[in-house]
């Protein structure tokens, strides 16, 4: 993989505000950034799927 291809890149999804300012809420207290947790759960999805298909 070159370098460009880890640099991170802008993504926009549509939840509701409540969703939102919750999860927000719930990443606050762990320490973490919304950013941190959506990039952690799209990489375990990603091999999650990726051993699904071996």
């Known amino acids: 993989m ?4 880890n640099e991170p890149v802008e993504l926009r999804l549509c939840v509701s505000k409540d969703v939102k300012n919750k999860f927000k809420g719930v990443c606050a207290m762990q320490g973490l950034t919304m950013s941190e947790v959506i990039a952690q759960f799209m990489q375990n999805y990603v091999n999650q799927q990726h051993n699904n298909n071996l």
């Open 2 to 5: 070159s370098k460009k291809e």
